[in-house]
């Protein structure tokens, strides 16, 4: 969500708010916990087999990612049908645009992450056939080294002559080019090994409620390129203890409204840009709304719907039926 309210107009009065204004205007830092969280949950999720099957896996990620990749960029064209392009379309169906400076937000420019994301569900199998199964030990010191690397040289380069600003192909290469997020995926499934093997349940409300402070205070504070992935730091411990939590916090999150939230999360992410250009359209079209404070409100509450709409007869059936498909098997 705070990415969603990122993406929305500046004139919020979220955004008059100075110490607020600063928090959402980094926030797309949540993608990078969105990556360090896919890696967790890879692990979590398959870390009793002893091998992945390859074509198994990428029927599995595919059935559960491309249906609403693909709704997002059918309903990105009812409002911006003149972006069509074939070359366009071909660079965000293949999900190759991040690897593209100048080409990574094309279209519905959320994609880039799942863009990245691809990369991440091609190479997992192997690491996790050849290195994660089998407890090889180097694979620690190779991420801790690639995390290391990616930080160091993101924030030279964005101090460099090199880097001349957003909106340039230079900012796309150094936030969306996907090798520059593999280091915050492998610390992910390194959190994610770490923690089947030492979870321990307790209450961890108060750590939890501290690093999440920690995180807001750095994204303000800090003049650091957070983006790929140095927010791992706090990330890491913040995803552990959630997982091992048995406290308030977690009581409260599991609770069914806010659990399906969680359900239709990758809906709202990926839908929430063409539906705000649709009732942007809609609004000013026929009732010569504009106005951003009444918008948004009409917008999270369309927005929501929306999402749980496609969750429930798009996203679902759909990854039900790929994975029955018979040239998958």
Same mark, same amino acid.
């Given at each position: 969500m705070a990415i969603v309210i990122s993406h929305f107009n500046k004139d919020l009065f979220l955004y008059k708010i100075k110490f607020i204004s600063d928090i959402f205007l980094r926030a797309?830092?949540?993608?990078?916990?969105?990556?360090?969280?896919?890696?967790?949950?890879?692990?979590?999720?398959?870390?009793?087999?002893?091998?992945?099957?390859?074509?198994?896996?990428?029927?599995?990620?595919?059935?559960?990612?491309?249906p609403l990749y693909v709704v997002g960029l059918l309903l990105y064209f009812v409002t911006r049908y003149s972006d069509f392009g074939f070359y366009k379309t071909f660079l965000y169906l293949s999900g190759i645009q991040s690897w593209l400076p100048g080409k990574a937000l094309v279209l519905n420019f959320p994609g880039w992450s799942i863009s990245v994301e691809f990369l991440f569900y091609l190479v997992f199998p192997w690491l996790y056939n050849y290195l994660y199964s089998k407890g090889n030990k180097s694979i620690w010191i190779i991420a801790v080294l690639i995390w290391i690397g990616t930080q160091v040289f993101s924030n030279l380069y964005i101090n460099s002559l090199s880097y001349k600003g957003p909106h340039t192909d230079s900012h796309e290469f150094i936030h969306y080019f996907p090798l520059w997020h593999i280091n915050e995926f492998l610390i992910g499934s390194l959190a994610g090994i770490f923690f089947v093997k030492n979870r321990k349940e307790k209450n961890y409300d108060l750590a939890i409620v501290l690093v999440f402070i920690a995180i807001l205070l750095s994204l303000v504070f800090i003049p650091l390129n957070f983006h790929n992935g140095l927010m791992a730091i706090f990330f890491v411990p913040a995803i552990y203890m959630i997982s091992c939590n048995n406290g308030m916090i977690t009581k409260v999150f599991s609770m069914k409204p806010l659990e399906f939230l969680g359900e239709i999360s990758y809906a709202i992410y990926i839908i929430h840009i063409?539906? /705000?250009?649709? !009732?942007?359209? %809609?609004?000013?079209?026929?009732?010569?709304?504009?106005?951003?404070?009444?918008?948004?409100?009409?917008?999270?509450?369309?927005?929501?719907?929306?999402?749980?709409?496609?969750?429930?007869?798009?996203?679902?059936?759909?990854?039900?039926? /790929?994975?029955? !498909?018979?040239? %998958?098997?």
């Amino acid at each position: 969500m705070a990415i969603v309210i990122s993406h929305f107009n500046k004139d919020l009065f979220l955004y008059k708010i100075k110490f607020i204004s600063d928090i959402f205007l980094r926030a797309n830092v949540g993608v990078s916990y969105f990556f360090i969280l896919s890696g967790f949950i890879m692990i979590v999720a398959y870390h009793k087999k002893e091998k992945i099957e390859y074509l198994d896996f990428y029927r599995n990620r595919i059935a559960r990612i491309y249906p609403l990749y693909v709704v997002g960029l059918l309903l990105y064209f009812v409002t911006r049908y003149s972006d069509f392009g074939f070359y366009k379309t071909f660079l965000y169906l293949s999900g190759i645009q991040s690897w593209l400076p100048g080409k990574a937000l094309v279209l519905n420019f959320p994609g880039w992450s799942i863009s990245v994301e691809f990369l991440f569900y091609l190479v997992f199998p192997w690491l996790y056939n050849y290195l994660y199964s089998k407890g090889n030990k180097s694979i620690w010191i190779i991420a801790v080294l690639i995390w290391i690397g990616t930080q160091v040289f993101s924030n030279l380069y964005i101090n460099s002559l090199s880097y001349k600003g957003p909106h340039t192909d230079s900012h796309e290469f150094i936030h969306y080019f996907p090798l520059w997020h593999i280091n915050e995926f492998l610390i992910g499934s390194l959190a994610g090994i770490f923690f089947v093997k030492n979870r321990k349940e307790k209450n961890y409300d108060l750590a939890i409620v501290l690093v999440f402070i920690a995180i807001l205070l750095s994204l303000v504070f800090i003049p650091l390129n957070f983006h790929n992935g140095l927010m791992a730091i706090f990330f890491v411990p913040a995803i552990y203890m959630i997982s091992c939590n048995n406290g308030m916090i977690t009581k409260v999150f599991s609770m069914k409204p806010l659990e399906f939230l969680g359900e239709i999360s990758y809906a709202i992410y990926i839908i929430h840009i063409p539906v /705000l250009y649709i !009732l942007r359209s %809609f609004l000013w079209d026929n009732f010569h709304i504009s106005q951003s404070n009444a918008v948004f409100w009409i917008y999270i509450l369309v927005l929501m719907v929306v999402s749980a709409l496609f969750y429930q007869h798009v996203e679902k059936p759909m990854r039900d039926y /790929l994975r029955k !498909l018979s040239f %998958f098997k």
